[in-house]
């Protein structure tokens, strides 16, 4: 079971649903108007009972019809205020309010999720593109939710990110995929595990968290590569380059994630202590016989090698892509032509059957 951060507890949104909550509006909308036309209705009464009768003078009878034509005016305009607010309340304010109170419903399912272990580690392969044998695998996290099946990282990651619950979820997910790393290589499967670093992750006390990690599950430290993206450090670099030059001493390769999309990879990348370019999926999947489009897949590859680092692609989906990568020299690939994401018993299955002679006939 998965021990989860210690946090406030939350309101229960359950006992205040967004229908509650229009329901309410409307019969407040409702009541006010009723209070509104009844002392309208008391107040035409009054005139009408005081001043129309027989010894009514015309003067009186046109303030009387003066003040009833108010009346009515007033009534119509209060009509109108209250749509108007009974629109934007609906429409805007309960909106928000839904956003908020499904982002908090998420949140809690999160926290319920981690403690009934429905959290899977996924693992895809990574191909050296020159032998075309299976040297890695990239470790990415499942929510098998009991009700709604797999859930993918890009609708739970941002929100325990901005949570804080990424540090809870991400040392899991680091002890899950070193462990089981370490049953594969004590079963004769060696291959380098990456695991994915949130920005969050990266900026709490990291170094002593995979420490801890790789003491506790006995992984060589070799064995394992941590992706981070540039906005991990891109408050503050020098901190961040501190982290690497740590990570790296303790013989942990450390490479640069989802290159390309940052903003200010290219001026500092001579700075980082980094051992791998994976060149974003966006530059990869516009590589296609009918693109014409130069494209930066290839500067980058000769800008990562003239600083000997190592260049994976991702999301490599086609042979065209592939053979591409593999022209330019690419060092390694990972995308849906060479595998998808599995979980841990159906990746030992994939890496038994492709073994050399199976990926290389690729
Ligand atoms: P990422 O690090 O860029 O991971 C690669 C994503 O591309 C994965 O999506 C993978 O399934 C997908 N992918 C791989 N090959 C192909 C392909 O050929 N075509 C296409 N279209 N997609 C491909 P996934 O698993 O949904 O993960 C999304 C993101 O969530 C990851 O992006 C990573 O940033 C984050 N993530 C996943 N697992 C973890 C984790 O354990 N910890 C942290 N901190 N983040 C994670
Ligand atoms: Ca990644």
Redo the contacts with the bound molecule.
């Keep these: 079971m998965l021990k989860y951060m210690k946090m406030k507890k939350p309101v229960d949104l359950s006992k205040f649903t967004p229908l509650d909550r229009k329901t309410l509006y409307a019969k407040i909308v409702f009541w006010v108007f009723l209070i509104i036309l009844s002392l309208e209705i008391i107040i035409l009464s009054t005139i009408y009972y005081l001043f129309y009768n027989e010894t009514t003078t015309a003067l009186w009878e046109q303030a009387a019809v003066l003040v009833a034509i108010g009346c009515i005016i007033s009534t119509v305009v209060t009509i109108a205020i209250i749509a108007v607010l009974h629109w934007y309340i609906l429409l805007h304010i309960d909106s928000n309010h839904y956003r908020s109170e499904e982002t908090h419903q998420v949140l809690l399912d999160l926290f319920r999720a981690m403690e009934n272990d429905e959290m899977e580690?996924?693992y895809?392969p990574q191909i050296d593109l020159k032998t075309m044998e299976i040297i890695g695998m990239?470790?990415?996290?499942r929510w098998i939710h009991p009700t709604r099946g797999i859930i993918?990282?890009?609708d739970f990651?941002p929100l325990a990110e901005q949570s804080g619950l990424?540090i809870t979820?991400?040392q899991w997910?680091l002890e899950e995929a070193c462990k089981q790393n370490k049953y594969w290589i004590d079963h004769g499967i060696d291959l380098k595990l990456a695991?994915?670093?949130?920005p969050l992750?990266f900026k709490s006390d990291i170094v002593h968290t995979v420490r801890d990690v790789l003491d506790q599950t006995q992984l060589p430290p070799d064995r394992l590569e941590l992706?981070i993206?540039e906005t991990a450090f891109i408050h503050n670099i020098d901190d961040a380059i501190e982290v690497m030059h740590q990570l790296q001493q303790m013989g942990i390769c450390v490479s640069m994630?989802?290159f390309g999309t940052g903003y200010s990879s290219l001026a500092n990348l001579d700075r980082f202590p980094i051992q791998k370019l994976k060149i974003d999926?966006a530059f990869v999947?516009k590589i296609s016989p009918y693109d014409e489009e130069p494209n930066l897949a290839d500067s980058i590859i000769k800008m990562g090698h003239s600083l000997k680092l190592k260049i994976l692609a991702?999301?490599?989906?086609t042979e065209y892509q592939k053979n591409y990568f593999q022209a330019l020299g690419c060092d390694e690939a990972?995308?849906?032509?060479f595998g998808?994401?599995m979980p841990a018993n159906k990746f030992y299955k994939f890496i038994k059957k492709n073994t050399k002679q199976a990926t290389k006939t690729k």
């Design positions: 580690m996924y895809q990239e470790a990415l996290v993918l990282p890009a990651i990424i979820l991400g997910t695991v994915n670093l949130s992750q992706e993206t994630d989802d999926k999947h991702e999301g490599v989906e990972q995308g849906y032509f998808e994401p």
